[in-house]
């Protein structure tokens, strides 16, 4: 089965999810762009249309158990974080 094959196989929630993430992507490399060269106007309306696909996203996974995990190599200096104190 090829890429095109299993994205026409998707379930409708797990085909939201991959264009919403697409979107994502998409969105946060203009935002990078934008932010460099100074273009305040498209990097606003870039932002706004972030948050409204991050929006988007989050309703496709309200079945969804999820936890993140910040995880290091055990060589970071500064382990575990970098505001630790000793």
Not at 8 to 19: H, I, V
Not at 52 to 64: N, R
Request: include cysteine.
């Amino acid at each position: 089965m090829n890429y095109e094959e299993f994205y026409q196989n998707l379930q409708p929630g797990q085909k939201a999810l991959k264009d919403g993430l697409a979107a994502l992507q998409k969105l946060f490399k203009a935002v990078c762009r934008e932010a460099e060269g100074g273009d305040i106007k498209s990097l606003a309306r870039d932002l706004e249309a972030m948050t409204d696909a991050v929006s988007a996203v989050a309703g496709t996974l309200e079945d969804f158990d999820i936890e993140i995990v910040e995880t290091h190599h055990n060589q970071k200096a500064d382990a575990p974080s970098g505001t630790a104190k000793l």
